[in-house]
């Protein structure tokens, strides 16, 4: 008998943040996420989640809610466990909305994982056979604030530093100079531009940031402008990651043409979830192209999926889960574990392993989709 669901509820859930997160893009006070939990007639149950950006995806809490009631409406009756139909019936509702996609795309391979047996990560053909550790962000400010900061998270025990930069390039070498003053030269440092510099000024900066131990640089320069992107690239003396111009598997195919780019950054919120994630990660190996797995302000049961992709591809070799720990709550049950510097570890039974507590969830609005 072919499974089918018969019940999915969405649910808007906004967490207050124990400090304001910046970036070049705007200020954020709240992770205004939305939860969704899919379930079928044979009694298994599957979580998602998403953090709608909109200024990335062009999505918010309020429209992810209302266009995921469209979407939920669709997938009633269907079977979970076929996923690439699952996401063509998503697609073939409304164009775009890849934040809330990912919240019901990661909903049904909980079910799928579950049905199988397998904890998500080998679900997805991956192993458990290295060490996750994430970043922890230094959220854009006044140089002396940002040092300080920096120190306060290498204090924590954290090994690695991502700092948000973009907004002025004379002002952005000076906040790294700062921070290089006060946590020292031997901390691997990231740097984020979010699409804030145009291409002189990325040049200028990355060319000015070359001594001081950078990994590499997350989308410098607007996305719309990747066409100008392999030249950032060819006179960078750091190396370039797509980030926000890499949304899904038919941009990551276009700037390998284009040889634009040195690493990928995978968000399950730009990809519409992890079926296209997986055709990005299969382009990339081909292409010799290492990655990162990010994502936006997903609480712990975002960032459990997110960390059992991580595991599927020994190309991907960073990751930035950070942001939970940000959260004034934690609604979550199971999921991934937080250890001594950043260390991350994946649950392993079955399925996603991480749920929401049904406390926290009869606080929310909701939107309940049954037959």
């Known amino acids: 008998m072919v499974m089918k669901i018969n019940r999915l509820e969405i649910y808007k859930s906004p967490i207050r943040l124990k400090a304001p997160f910046v970036t070049s893009l705007g200020r954020h006070d709240f992770a205004e996420n939305i939860l969704i939990r899919i379930q079928t007639d044979s009694g298994l149950t599957g979580f998602g989640e998403c953090s709608p950006f909109r200024t990335i995806n062009g999505e918010s809490m309020d429209t992810a809610f209302v266009v995921g009631q469209y979407l939920a409406k669709a997938l009633l009756g269907t079977n979970p466990l076929e996923l690439e139909q699952g996401l063509r019936i998503l697609d073939a509702v409304i164009y775009g909305n890849s934040s809330i996609k990912s919240a019901f795309d990661m909903a049904l391979h909980d079910i799928a994982s579950q049905e ?32 300080k900061d920096a120190k306060e998270i290498v204090a924590l025990g954290f ?49 000015a940031l070359q001594h001081f131990g950078i990994q590499y640089c997350e989308e410098p320069i607007a996305r719309w402008n990747y066409m100008e992107l392999p030249k950032v690239k060819k006179y960078s003396p750091i190396p370039v990651m797509a980030d926000e111009s890499c949304c899904d598997h038919h941009d990551a195919k276009r700037l390998i043409a284009l040889g634009a780019c040195d690493l990928f950054n995978l968000k399950l919120g730009k990809s519409s979830g992890l079926v296209n994630a997986r055709k990005i990660i299969h382009l990339a190996e081909q ?51 937080y250890g001594k510097g950043g260390v991350v570890t994946v649950p392993n039974g079955i399925g996603l392993g991480a749920v929401v507590e049904e406390g926290y969830l009869k606080r929310l609005e909701k939107s309940v989709v049954s037959g």
């Open 159 to 207: 090994r690695i530093i991502k700092v948000k930069l973009g907004r002025n390039k004379e002002q952005d070498v000076e906040r790294i100079r700062k921070i290089r003053e006060a946590i020292g030269i031997a901390i691997p440092m990231r740097i984020d531009a979010n699409q804030g510099w145009d291409v002189d000024d990325a040049l200028y900066v990355l060319k």
């Open 287 to 337: 292409a010799g192209i290492d990655m990162q797995v990010g994502g936006f302000l997903e609480s712990r049961l975002g960032f459990t999926a997110s960390a059992h992709l991580a595991l599927s591809s020994p190309r991907i070799l960073y990751c930035d889960f950070d942001t939970p720990l940000m959260f004034k709550e934690d609604p979550v049950v199971g999921g991934i574990q």
């Open 116 to 147: 199988a047996g397998l904890p998500l990560y080998k679900f997805l053909s991956g192993k458990e056979t290295r060490e996750l550790v994430t970043d922890y962000t230094v959220s854009m400010g006044e140089p002396g604030k940002m040092a």
